[in-house]
């Protein structure tokens, strides 16, 4: 069963603050994807990764995939309170059809 | 900007009713997806659909779930014979593609279960 760990589960800051969160699991994806999901609503993709050691950034957000595959942090600078929701992760099997496996996901807060 | 839409947004319903949510995916995607969300727990994949046919699904999806394009923009998921534990979010996606594709997400339909 592949599974993804999502770390930390909570986490609160201040505005202004960098921080980093991260995905990690002992399986292979072929491709990861970042998620944000607010209260009531369903999740929004971010972005998605599909080479190892990739990274992405959008705006103060950076996003890197593991060079094995198999774990992937989001990074966030300068934090302010807008960047407040759930943030997932979720694998994908390179033999499935849409079938993510997502992560418990990371709840932030940030204190103005 | 293109959205899924899903109703009913609440649901509740009786142990033992049968329910049926229901989706409009966007409107040029191909691939359609639920996967539900029990309160404090991860979201979980439970089936899709493509070309008017289960192209994979979860092991929660057994007999109780069944899915359905009845026409060309509906995407409906019914569960029969309701259990307390089938409360959940149910989130509907859709996408163009299927692996390494893009989902879109609906806001989901919170089913309640008494």
């Known amino acids: 069963t592949q599974l993804l760990e999502q770390s930390p589960q909570f986490l609160s800051i201040q505005e202004g603050e960098n921080l980093t969160v991260y995905c990690n699991s002992s399986?292979?994806?072929?491709?990861l994807q970042w998620y944000r999901q607010e209260p009531g609503e369903g999740p929004v993709l971010l972005v998605t990764?599909?080479?190892?050691?990739e990274v992405k950034k959008l705006k103060r957000l950076t996003f890197q995939f593991g060079d094995a595959r198999k774990d992937s942090s989001l990074h966030i600078t300068a934090a302010q309170p807008g960047d407040t929701g759930l943030y997932l992760c979720?694998?994908?099997?390179?033999?499935?059809?849409?079938?993510?496996?997502f992560g418990k996901g990371t709840k932030l807060s940030v204190k103005p | 900007e293109p959205e899924v839409t899903q109703t009913p947004s609440h649901q509740v319903t009786q142990m033992g009713q049968e329910v049926i949510l229901r989706c409009v995916p966007i409107s040029n995607h191909l691939y359609f997806y639920w996967y539900r969300q029990i309160l404090g727990q991860k979201v979980e994949f439970l089936v899709s659909?493509?070309?008017?046919?289960?192209?994979?699904k979860s092991e929660i999806f057994d007999d109780q779930f069944s899915v359905e394009r009845p026409d060309g923009s509906n995407f409906t998921l019914k569960i029969r014979s309701t259990k307390l534990e089938d409360s959940a979010m149910y989130f509907c996606a859709s996408s163009e593609q299927g692996v390494a594709n893009v989902l879109t997400f609906g806001a989901g339909s919170r089913l309640t279960v008494l």
């Open positions: 990764v599909v080479t190892g050691g």
């Open positions: 399986s292979v994806f072929s491709s």
């Open positions: 979720a694998g994908q099997d390179g033999g499935s059809q849409g079938n993510l496996i």
């Open positions: 659909f493509y070309n008017n046919e289960i192209s994979e």
